[in-house]
């Protein structure tokens, strides 16, 4: 099957400096495509048919993403069309690709370990593929930015909480009842520290996707058109006032009482994106891995796609680690799949210094960099002391970071960087305080070295 969209049609109708999967973005080092992921799975065929295509149509290389997606780089000019056409037959699109705005709106936020974690309260795999067919058939939707996210967390030990969404939801046990309510909260996380915003309502599972659907077209029926996410919202419209209006919209009461108010999430353990970990069946394994600075090449993909296969029940996920997870391996063979992911060349352990380190496109790729980050952190990597995590940005943007690392590199030219420090991965302001300013990358392995903070178990939350 052939499809004819054509890139110019996306950003036709939905002009947006942001790169879909059919609005291809021009960059420094060729078009990017970005590839949106259901709960960032990806089939093996899915894989073998975009290492085709990349070796094709780009540059082979591909960046798994923040938000768990993959970015393909390097897009040949003049190949736009037929780049779209192969991911599109591999099924990679939107639903509906006459609607140019589903691709955008594609943006729902779980686990990787979704459905087989053992801790998790929920399993979120049903209500995901109903928020995100909810997210595609709403024509009115046409109107959200390709930014706006959710976050539908079922309580797993592997989740990723400090990324802010436009609207979260978090199974929560209650007391009152046998089956987990949704915490609900808007522009930010689920509470886990006693400092942190309390949730403000909590709904049933089965009234989560209709007050969803509420709560956007709250949104739109609220918003001005400079009011792109829910915290432009906020600086006009009480909380209050805006679940008043999704609760009339939809007929759905949610609840309110003080266990809502005091509820805590249980913390999550990022460690569990590298190595082995048992399932929820007490049977098979889940096994992460974390490539250096998130980017594959062709090769590590057709890798991953024939791991997937060697394993009968294998699915493959990204992460928002921009790491990788192969689920459901069988005991058997949970030793050699640690060795294959390792002879990929991914890292399966923290003890990997390669996993201490993120960094953006950098100069290579994006015009706003400063300084070529992704070599910058591979020669940092090797002298980041164990436990100590650091982010290389090519300007305040973050792109490879949607909340805050213990330590930002903060590019400022070419080879120099200021040093930024924060203890809280939520952290208000910027990238926390400066420590140190206009630091060489050998300066910077020293200062670390001297100012490193206390271990933690908690690895890098790229
Ligand atoms: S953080 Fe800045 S320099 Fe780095 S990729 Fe994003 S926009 Fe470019």
């Not at 967390?153 to 436009?166: A, F, I, N, T």
């Not at 943007?397 to 924060?422: E, M």
Request: net charge negative; charged share 20%.
């Amino acid at each position: 099957m052939s499809h004819a969209f054509h890139s110019s049609d996306a950003s036709a109708l939905r002009p947006s400096a942001c790169p879909g999967l059919l609005r291809i973005v021009h960059a420094l080092d060729g078009g990017i495509c970005r590839v949106k992921l259901a709960g960032g799975k990806l089939s093996a065929t899915q894989a073998l048919a975009i290492a085709g295509a990349i070796d094709e149509h780009a540059s082979g290389i591909v960046d798994i993403t923040n938000r768990a997606n993959l970015q393909l780089r390097g897009v040949k000019h003049g190949h736009e069309d037929a780049l779209i056409a192969a991911l599109l037959d591999a099924g990679l699109g939107p639903q509906n690709t006459q609607h140019a705005f589903a691709d955008d709106v594609r943006n729902v936020m779980i686990s990787p370990a979704a459905g087989r974690d053992a801790s998790a309260l929920f399993d979120t795999t049903a209500l995901t593929a109903d928020l995100l067919t909810l997210l595609q058939s709403d024509t009115r939707f046409v109107a959200l930015s390709p930014k706006f996210s959710l976050m539908l967390d079922g309580g797993e030990r592997l989740m990723m909480l400090d990324h802010p969404h436009d609207i979260w939801f978090s199974a929560m046990p209650h007391h009152e009842r046998s089956a987990p309510l949704f915490a609900f909260g808007l522009a930010g996380c689920p509470p886990v520290a006693a400092e942190h915003e309390s949730a403000l309502v909590a709904v049933t599972a089965s009234d989560l996707a209709t007050f969803t659907r509420a709560l956007i077209h709250t949104f739109l029926d609220l918003a001005t058109p400079d009011d792109t996410r829910i915290r432009d919202l906020l600086a006009k419209h009480s909380i209050e006032s805006i679940i008043r209006h999704a609760e009339r919209k939809s007929g759905v009461q949610a609840l309110r009482d003080v266990s809502i108010e005091r509820w805590r999430r249980e913390p999550a353990d990022a460690s569990r994106r590298l190595g082995a970990y048992r399932q929820n069946d007490g049977q098979r394994w889940h096994v992460g891995a974390q490539p250096a600075l998130g980017r594959i090449n062709s090769a590590v993909l057709r890798g991953l796609a024939e791991l997937t296969q060697d394993n009968e029940r294998a699915t493959l996920r990204m992460t928002p680690w921009q790491s990788v997870l192969l689920t459901d391996i069988d005991p058997a063979n949970l030793d050699a799949t640690l060795r294959k992911l390792e002879a990929l060349g991914l890292a399966t352990s923290s003890q990997n210094p390669l996993t201490r380190v993120i960094a953006c496109t950098g100069s290579t790729g994006c015009a706003k960099s400063q300084a070529d980050t992704k070599a910058d952190a591979l020669k940092l990597a090797a002298h980041v002391p164990e436990h100590t995590q650091v982010h290389l940005s090519g300007c305040p943007r973050s792109c490879a970071a949607a909340h805050r690392a213990p330590y930002t590199l903060l590019a400022v030219a070419n080879g120099r960087y200021d040093l930024y420090q924060t203890h809280d991965p939520r952290e208000p302001n910027g990238f926390g305080r400066c420590i140190a300013r206009g630091l060489t990358i050998d300066e910077a392995a020293d200062v670390l070295q001297a100012s490193a903070l206390p271990p933690t178990d908690e690895p890098f939350d790229a």
